[in-house]
């Protein structure tokens, strides 16, 4: 009696080698559909079509092939079980000990631009699924693949011929089935329901695969592992295995620097920014930056919009660090950054900051008992909608200014206070339990790094809720401030900014970051 393998796929690689083996060494006679049995022919293996098998054609522009009692009696029927077996027999239903199935690409096809509803329908796999888990269901007797990656381990396991290492693959390899299935299924829900105009998800769906084993995650103690599609917007190029904070700190930075598009750089500590700036060359960026505060760079993540040339890489190797990000790194600067070997070079290729995956809720965090969920907070700066509330109105070059203050403030953790001259940072005070004192932490820091603070402008990530706040920015030199407004004492607040000459913008929008 014959030994059948069933091979159907979307991604081919490596399945000519494979399905040669199976005939040739192994003495499976090869079931197959469309493209792949014809793939095999022209390859010189011999095949038969699952129709031929099953005695039924394909139907329906292929939507129906393979759902039939020959493939899934074949699949499910157990081979311990004298009334199965009988049933095969009596049905002439063949047993199928291998199947090789990868799925219709859905994440793939609803991933591109513009990709209408229809090709997303059509590209839902119903029979690939089905026979997977038929197959990973009765593990004990057939082997399951869906990853090309798998079919080299499946072949040495046939080749030693040990029962007990291939019964154990099987078990391995029927997990790996049903963790794809359920991943392929959650991303089909989550389009449809990002299609369906819904306020809040029903069901959230994290069927994310293992990324990247962590050393560890914040402290040694505790264990880490990163999971899903970082390393599609990142690449490292070169240095030590990246650490659970390093990537918390990536992330950070990447969505600060996408809201530039002029040179611009930032060095950042702890996912917080201590010195950003735009300028007409990254070096000039990197010098305004790093003047903002010398001290707490060091360790910490360096990231730019544009190519890291030797000069700028000159600068930065002054420093320690841990992480520089770029779009690119010239020759030049990987011969110079290449001689620190454990620095890390990651190669920025989300120019949107927020890659976290399809539909509109990107931002997860654990809580008791569950999870939070909330889009990114990514709204374009829109100076248009933002209100002078003051009696006088900012400069144009104080618009500058805040308008950069408020692009940095957003990045900061609550209560954030920056202040900006130009299109670079004087002083950061981030996440004090008060406001006044961030500000007060600002005004100190931009006193250490000897940058006067006079003719600055001040952005505040959530209204002032007390004129003191604003009072203290303008004794320390302060002459306009950016904030959403909205509290109780806006009033006080105004006429505070207005008694100190100060140009005061209200945005309608807080920028919390907790």
């Not at 522009?61 to 009596?90: D, F, M, Y």
């Not at 359920?182 to 819904?198: F, P, Q, V």
């Not at 910490?300 to 841990?322: K, P, Y």
Request: charged share 20%.
């Amino acid at each position: 009696m014959s030994k059948f393998a069933l091979l159907s796929v979307s991604d081919k690689t490596g399945l000519v080698p494979f399905a040669r083996a199976l005939v040739s060494k192994h003495g499976y006679a090869v079931l197959s559909t469309g493209g792949t049995a014809r793939l095999l022919r022209e390859n010189g293996i011999p095949v038969t079509d699952v129709s031929a098998h099953t005695g039924s054609p394909e139907i329906m522009e292929g939507r129906v092939k393979t759902l039939h009692p020959k493939i899934h009696g074949g699949l499910l029927c157990r081979r311990g079980s004298a009334e199965h077996l009988a049933e095969a027999r009596a049905q002439g239903i063949a047993l199928i000990d291998v199947v090789v199935v990868n799925l219709y690409p859905f994440e793939a096809a609803v991933a591109k631009p513009g990709c209408p509803l229809d090709e997303a329908i059509e590209n839902i796999d119903i029979g690939g699924p089905s026979m997977l888990r038929s197959a990973a269901k009765n593990h004990e007797s057939v082997t399951v693949l869906a990853d090309p990656g798998d079919y080299e381990r499946v072949l040495s396991a046939m080749d030693a011929g040990d029962e007990v290492a291939l019964a154990a693959l099987r078990r391995e390899l029927a997990l790996k089935v049903f963790q794809r299935t359920a991943a392929y299924d959650a991303a089909i829900a989550n389009y449809l329901e990002s299609r369906s105009g819904a306020v809040a998800s029903r069901q959230i769906n994290l069927n994310l695969s293992l990324a990247q084993p962590l050393r560890y995650g914040e402290n040694p103690h505790q264990k880490a592992a990163l999971y899903g599609s970082f390393h599609s917007a990142f690449r490292q190029l070169q240095g030590k295995e990246l650490s659970y904070n390093n990537i918390l700190d990536i992330t950070a930075a990447a969505r600060l620097i996408a809201e530039f598009e002029k040179p611009t750089l930032a060095i950042l500590k702890h996912t917080n920014p201590c010195g950003v700036a735009s300028a007409s060359s990254l070096l000039d960026a990197w010098a305004q930056a790093f003047a903002t505060d010398r001290q707490a760079p060091f360790g910490g993540i360096i990231i730019a919009n544009r190519a890291v040339d030797g000069a700028l890489a000159e600068a930065i190797a002054g420093i320690f660090s841990e992480v520089i990000v770029a779009p690119e790194f010239e020759p030049e600067a990987m011969s110079v950054l290449g001689q620190k070997k454990n620095l890390r070079l990651m190669l920025n290729r989300d120019a949107t900051g927020c890659a976290a995956g399809a539909g509109a809720l990107r931002e997860i965090r654990s809580v008791i008992g569950g999870v939070l969920a909330q889009d990114c907070d990514a709204q374009p700066v829109d100076r248009a909608a933002f209100k002078v509330v003051t009696a006088r109105a900012p400069t144009c070059a104080e618009w500058d200014a805040l308008l950069f203050g408020w692009r940095v403030v957003r990045h900061v953790k609550s209560n954030a206070i920056v202040y900006a001259a130009g299109e670079r940072t004087l002083g950061i005070g981030a996440g004090q339990m008060s406001r006044v004192d961030s500000a007060r932490i600002a005004v100190w820091k931009a006193g250490e790094a000897g940058l006067p603070l006079k003719g600055s402008v001040v952005a505040s990530d959530a209204f002032f809720p007390f004129a003191d706040g604003l009072v203290a920015a303008a004794q320390a030199g302060a002459v306009a401030a950016i904030q959403p407004g909205g509290s109780v004492r806006d009033n006080e607040v105004i006429a505070a900014a207005d008694v100190h000459g100060m140009a005061m913008v209200f945005t309608g929008m807080r920028h919390f970051r907790h």
